[in-house]
């Protein structure tokens, strides 16, 4: 269960940003929103999704972008460039992070806090990756910081410490304790500027166990989709056989969706190891495939390429974030993968869903909490993003946002920022008055 990521110094975030998944104080209603974990003898309570608000270039693709990077970064284990495999291009060509107006190079720092497993991880880095635009040929690693159940295992700044290891002894790597001091030695004395301290030393002399349990959960529970058209239709192969199959899950999936004339399903490349998402014609005998990006809509690719996704976080207790969740698709498909986050008959793992959007249907009382509607502004002065819920409003007078309010209505009325008007009209007016102009001569 996701709890909070911040960020400071991620493109237009300037100034640190706190995305919550952690239900505001004193927040009444639509209790299946709330998730529960327990931690020892606490007890955590998350949300179980959130929607992201804002004009366009406000921010808000930099907040999952964020997340992505970050993900990247740990997973590769050092702040060295690696343009390979995403459609963000910042995760991979680190110089493209920093906030582009800055004329000192200041660090910037990433920090995630998340329960897994019965315990409370909490991870901090922070990196100096010079100006923007700026190609070092040396980066370092400014801090980390690992605590477990809110007991620090290791800091890391001109040296690393190790307070609280004792606690965590079950997990520490066979042998350990017979040569303890070694083992810190041998880590800290291999560690590179560049690379992350948790990933390498801490990974290989101490906790295994601690470090995979962290990457795991990066790898298989924390599902980003940055970008709207990014959903890839190639799947890996699992098959040593050129075929066509279906996965009925899918295929009922599409019919609900409102496919009717075909099949959907996956035709095997062994030659490339993958399988293509493609329309199906025909009959188990003899059946044709199409490639579903040549028959499909866009819309209807994109929602049987994020099913699998939704199917993946409802069952794993994942969390599923998405760039621009509504693009092409229908309302009511999404109010329906939507309240089955919200079923906690359905929802039994805790799963959570995180998408940003400009539909909105979403800004109902009746659908999300004050707490689960976020939103990201952009100073028309500064260019800086900053991040706030609308829950951040309070109650109390005229600026407070009440339970039954209307959402919509007063998000348009620019009651709650992160909206811009649009006017285009002058240009054409312009051009208008200037090809007139140049009639008359």
């Known amino acids: 269960m996701l709890l909070e990521f911040k960020a400071k110094n991620y493109k237009s975030f300037m100034n640190e940003f706190t995305f919550s998944m952690v239900p505001a104080p004193k927040q009444k209603g639509l209790d299946y929103s709330i998730l529960s974990e327990e931690v020892g003898n606490e007890t955590y309570k998350g949300l179980c999704s959130a929607v992201i608000y804002g004009a366009n270039a406000s921010g808000k693709t930099n907040i999952i972008g964020a997340i992505e990077t970050f993900k990247s970064i740990i997973v590769r284990g050092s702040i060295r460039n690696d343009t390979a495999g995403s459609v963000n291009a910042a995760s991979g060509a680190l110089e493209l992070i920093p906030n582009n107006t800055l004329k000192e190079s200041s660090p910037v720092t990433f920090s995630i806090k998340f329960i897994d497993n019965g315990m409370l991880f909490e991870y901090t880095l922070s990196m100096d990756i010079g100006l923007f635009l700026e190609e070092r040929d040396k980066r370092k690693i400014v801090k980390e910081l690992l605590k477990i159940n809110n007991r620090i295992m290791f800091e890391r700044d001109e ?60 790898k298989e529970k924390l599902m980003v989709v940055y970008r709207a058209d990014s959903m890839n239709v190639v799947r890996r192969n699992d098959s040593d056989k050129n075929s066509i199959y279906i996965e009925n899950k899918i295929s009922e999936a599409a019919k609900i969706f409102g496919i009717s004339s075909n099949e959907l ?177």
């Open 159 to 218: 040296d690393i410490q190790f307070p609280s290891l004792s606690y965590i002894s079950e997990y520490l790597v066979n042998e350990f304790e017979h040569n303890k001091d070694g083992a810190i030695a041998i880590a800290k004395n291999n560690l590179d500027d560049e690379e992350l301290f948790l990933m390498n030393g801490f990974r290989t002399m101490i906790s295994s166990k601690i470090t995979n349990n962290m990457l795991n959960w990066l």
């Open 265 to 441: 399903g996956y035709i095997n490349d062994v030659d490339n190891n993958e399988s293509r998402l493609c329309s199906i014609f025909g009959n188990e005998k003899k059946a044709t495939a199409i490639p579903a990006e040549i028959f499909e809509s866009y819309g209807t690719v994109r929602f049987i390429n994020i099913f699998p996704l939704v199917m993946g976080a409802l069952l794993g207790g994942g969390i599923l974030i998405i760039d621009e969740f509504d693009a092409s698709i229908h309302p009511m498909a999404l109010m329906s993968v939507i309240n089955m986050f919200h079923n906690d008959e359905i929802n039994i793992n805790n799963a959570q869903l995180v998408f940003n959007t400009h539909n909105p249907v979403f800004l109902n009382h009746n659908i999300f909490r004050r707490d689960e509607i976020k939103f990201v502004e952009r100073d028309d002065d500064t260019h800086f993003s900053t991040h706030y819920s609308l829950s951040d409003f309070g109650t109390a007078g005229t600026g407070g946002v009440r339970k039954g309010s209307d959402y919509m209505k007063n998000y348009f009325i620019d009651r709650y920022g992160a909206i811009k008007d649009v006017d285009f009209a002058p240009i054409f007016e312009n051009v208008i008055n200037k090809r007139n102009e140049d009639e008359r001569k």
